[in-house]
């Protein structure tokens, strides 16, 4: 057991520009999540993946943002033409089908729109 | 809808003294809540949870916290700080699949 991983850690890029994250959550747990953090917040909830299945998305997650999980297994998170406002750690967390809830969460992206 | 609330973004405490950070929840239903810390630069490692049963719930590094249904409150205490506990601190509802998190609260341990 590995722990969820992301890449890259860090993405700087420049206003217009399109950007894809990855994560890789832990292997038997077949439910992800994507939450951003702005700086000295909290993380808020994005969208949310049931195996393949995306099952709910949040307001935040407006149509330049999509998110994708084709196996079941990593995902994907592309934000088109990005905006200052989209400078913020991207979260990624997964959990088990079971009534435990918990939820565990990978070391980020920070991402740096200039 | 579930909310969260977390009394004072900084903390500031002395090694070796007790450490209280406030969490206090809304919840139209039964809550699931959690206790989660944040090294800079890096994710968020959980801390403790309580779902259902006992309301004082023991987690990892010393920490604990007491489930008050009266109180709304989940408040984490440790007894005495130490250095490596200076970190940002996350309490946060199960909402629907989701977490809903407080904005945190930033502990400084002083030496």
């Known amino acids: 057991d590995t722990g969820v991983s992301q890449n890259p850690r860090h993405k700087i890029t420049k206003r217009g520009q399109n950007v894809t994250f990855r994560c890789d959550p832990i292997s038997e747990h077949n439910r992800l999540y994507w939450y951003r953090q702005t700086l000295g917040q909290g993380p808020e909830f994005l969208t949310y993946?049931?195996?393949?299945?995306?099952?709910?998305k949040s307001r935040l997650l407006s149509d330049r943002f999509s998110a994708e999980r084709p196996k079941g297994s990593f995902s994907t998170l592309e934000i088109q033409r990005t905006e200052q406002g989209d400078s913020a750690m991207y979260l990624c967390a997964s959990s088990k089908r079971d009534s435990s809830y918990e939820q565990y969460f990978g070391p980020g992206t920070r991402l740096t729109v200039t | 809808a579930q909310s969260v609330t977390q009394l004072g973004s900084h903390v500031s405490v002395s090694e070796g003294a007790l450490v209280l950070l406030r969490c206090n929840y809304s919840s139209s239903v039964p809550p699931y809540l959690f206790w989660y810390v944040q090294y800079p630069n890096q994710g968020l490692q959980l801390l403790l949870k309580y779902t259902t049963g006992a309301t004082l719930v023991k987690g990892i590094n010393g920490f604990e916290a007491e489930f008050k249904k009266s109180e709304t409150s989940f408040h984490l205490t440790k007894p005495s700080a130490h250095m490596s506990d200076a970190a940002e601190y996350f309490c946060a509802v199960q909402g629907a699949q989701k977490l809903v998190f407080g904005q945190g609260t930033r502990l400084t341990i002083n030496p």
């Open positions: 993946f049931q195996n393949e299945a995306q099952l709910e």
